[in-house]
């Protein structure tokens, strides 16, 4: 409800358009995309290192799966010998399937054997260390099935003595793994893996170990080159990858949480979009700006505060902020504390100081019970910490004040539509239309509550009248433009971003709101795969509003599908540094450490780029045009 504007936020970068909560951040509605796309998000990186165009766009249905880049084959010999120890290891008592039963060695029973050991191998022939580790191969599956895993161990380290096979040192593993020798099971799998690069099996038991170990980045490059040996059909992996990248991103998240200002305020368009999601009202009387009010009393610094803030610029937040923690310092308030306690929580919640926002506004309560704007305020806060009952029971105390406010209704609007009620969220828009009509974000909201429920021909009407009601208002044309887009109606949608950008232009030229930027960019993006256009309107958005999120991941999955991965990790990185939440910085660290993960699975497996290869060579000439039908 509060996190990220007045209305609803800008389409979602390269994804559905208008089905998201209104209100969610940036990140939130990447996370819609990413989910859509989630194989996208794994392995876009090591595809666009081999091939960048094509490589772009395969993992976007991910109902398609074309045909992947042969890989070597392994000798008839070698595949039963690999079916067979698997089969054995993990599920002793299931029986072969015909055919491919392995030839009964000639040898003894393994309780018949020589001695096994460094001397007496080398005396042995090829053949019969081939033998004798056959033999001592399936005695030690027999003992893992019976669960005596110490004598498994044993007939395991001697096959490897006789003949060191990926298998082997994998089945040893796997006794490990059920003593829980976490270490071990690393070693063995290691050398399994330097055997055969391309063993699932192995690569999925060290990353379950290097889990247990919390070495969580080892662990998800494993299951990341699992993932793409595969070709993301195993689900328990790909779940194991969303997991890990989650785990790796807390670990990161605290870290940056850690060093974080907590000073700093968002971006200008991130502090404009929430201040502007209330109604505008008069200064208090008393505090025009033609009245001489000192500047060491706690008046006026208020004074000075609500001046700042209608700048619109960071400068201008920044000033405003101080102010009003000076005039609190200052005191001297009378009936305006209410409302500068109201003032210094709401930055204080813009900067990330969430428990120090709330007490300001427990505080302007208990000054005035009847200042409803402070319930409003901090259920937002409340909503923004996940905790919807103590929000939802803050707009109710707010209508007890007075039922008549149009914001508690269009904040509880926004309440509903964050949980996917429309039909209460319209009625809610409704009503705060009717108490005042003046507010163009009710309309707006409206408009695309209707579209989110499958009018789409009553919400084309409601943004028709907007912009005949509303024509000065370069908001209108925005959220109209995103409508459109949705519809693949791009022309008219670039019509109506460069009408926003130029009525910004006119009206807030110090204090422009880079959102039509943003969008025309991904328009075209979508209609045309113009990325050089699309990263120059974002370039300038940045150039604008430095601190603007949705900007900055904008621009990472811009870069992401050009395959210029070392871009995208930047912006992906510089996202987290922008987020405001512990939630916001996890979910942007969780895609740079996809991307980041990517490019590692390259340099530790270079023999995954025929793999890869074949994977974007399997989408070539799908283009834009295939994305955009992804949305």
């Known amino acids: ?83 067979d120890a698997e089969r054995h290891a993990e599920s002793p008592k299931s029986p072969a399937p015909a055919g491919e039963q392995t030839k009964a060695p000639t040898v003894e029973p393994a309780d018949e054997l020589p001695e096994i050991n460094e001397t007496t191998v080398a005396s042995f022939t090829d053949e019969q260390r081939r033998d004798y580790a056959l033999q001592l191969k399936n005695a ?100 194991a990858v969303e997991r890990l990248l989650k785990k790796v991103a807390e670990q990161k998240a605290e870290e940056i949480i850690k060093s974080k200002d ?86 204080r919640n813009l900067r990330g100081s969430h428990e120090q926002a709330l007490q300001d506004m427990d505080k302007s309560i208990e000054l005035d019970p009847s200042y409803t704007q402070s319930y409003v305020k901090r259920a937002s806060m409340h909503l923004e910490m996940g905790d919807r009952d103590s929000a939802a029971a803050d707009l109710e105390q707010a209508l007890e004040q007075n039922d008549s406010d149009p914001d508690i209704y269009y904040h509880r609007a926004q309440l509903h539509f964050i949980h996917g009620e429309f039909q209460d969220a319209a009625k809610d828009y409704q009503k705060s239309i009717d108490l005042d009509n003046s507010f163009i974000f009710s309309h707006i909201q409206l408009g695309v509550t209707q579209y989110k429920m499958g009018s789409v021909a ?38 109506k971003f460069d009408k926003a950008m130029e ?19 991904l328009t075209l993006f979508q209609q045309k795969a113009d990325f050089s256009e699309a ?4 370039e300038k958005a940045l150039i604008i509003d430095p601190e603007c999120d949705i900007a900055v991941a904008t621009m990472a999955q811009l870069f992401l599908q050009q395959g210029k991965i070392t871009d995208a990790l930047k912006y992906f990185e510089r996202a987290a540094e922008l987020a405001r939440t512990p939630g916001e910085i996890v979910n942007a660290l969780s895609y740079a450490e996809a991307t980041r993960t990517q490019i590692q699975v390259q340099e530790k497996y270079p023999q995954l780029a025929a793999k890869l290869q074949g994977m974007g060579a399997g989408a070539a000439g799908m283009g834009a045009g295939a994305f955009a039908g992804a949305r």
């Not at 409800?1 to 007045?6: P, T």
């Not at 803030?309 to 960071?314: A, D, I, L, N, V």
């Not at 791009?490 to 019509?495: L, N, R």
Request: proline share 6%; aromatic share 10%.
């Open 1 to 83: 409800m509060s996190r990220a504007a007045a209305a609803p936020p800008p389409m979602p970068p390269l994804a559905k358009p208008i089905a998201v909560p209104v209100q969610s951040s940036v990140w939130d509605r990447f996370t819609n995309w990413a989910s859509e796309n989630k194989a996208l998000v794994y392995t876009i990186a090591g595809v666009a290192v081999v091939v960048t165009s094509a490589g772009v766009v395969y993992y976007l249905n991910t109902d398609s799966k074309p045909k992947l880049a042969a890989q070597p084959k392994l000798s008839k010999k070698e595949r039963r010998k690999r079916k």
């Open 503 to 521: 009525m910004e232009k006119q009206t807030k030229p110090m204090a422009m709101n880079v959102l039509p930027l943003i969008n025309k960019a």
């Open 140 to 239: 030690g599956n027999k003992a893992y099935g019976s669960k005596d895993y110490p004598k498994a161990i044993d007939l395991y380290t001697k096959a490897i003595l006789c003949k060191p096979d990926s298998i082997f040192y994998s089945n040893r593993a796997a006794c490990y793994n059920a003593l829980s020798l976490w270490e071990k099971v690393v070693e063995d799998t290691t050398a399994a893996i330097n055997l055969d690069p391309t063993y699932v099996k192995a690569l999925n038991r060290r990353a379950n170990a290097y889990e247990h170990l919390s070495q969580f980045s080892e662990s998800l490059l494993d299951y990341t080159a699992s993932c793409i040996i595969d070709e993301f059909r195993t689900e328990s992996s790909t779940n």
């Open 262 to 347: 907590p000073k700093k305020l968002p971006s200008p368009t991130f502090v404009s979009n929430y201040i502007q999601s209330f109604r505008s009202k008069p200064r208090p009387e008393g505090l025009e700006d033609d009245v001489d009010l000192p500047e060491s009393t706690g008046k006026g610094q208020l004074q000075i505060g609500l001046k700042a803030m209608e700048k619109k610029t960071h400068e201008g937040y920044e000033e405003a902020s101080n102010a009003f923690e000076k005039a609190l310092e200052y005191g001297d308030l009378d009936e305006h504390e209410a409302l500068v306690y109201n003032l210094r929580g709401t930055f």
């Open 458 to 495: 009553s919400s084309m009407a409601t943004f028709r009248r907007c912009v005949k009601n509303f024509e000065k208002v370069p908001d209108v044309y925005n959220y109209y433009g995103e409508l459109l887009l949705d519809q693949n109606n791009y022309d008219e949608a670039i019509q």
């Open 535 to 538: 990263e120059k309107l974002c």
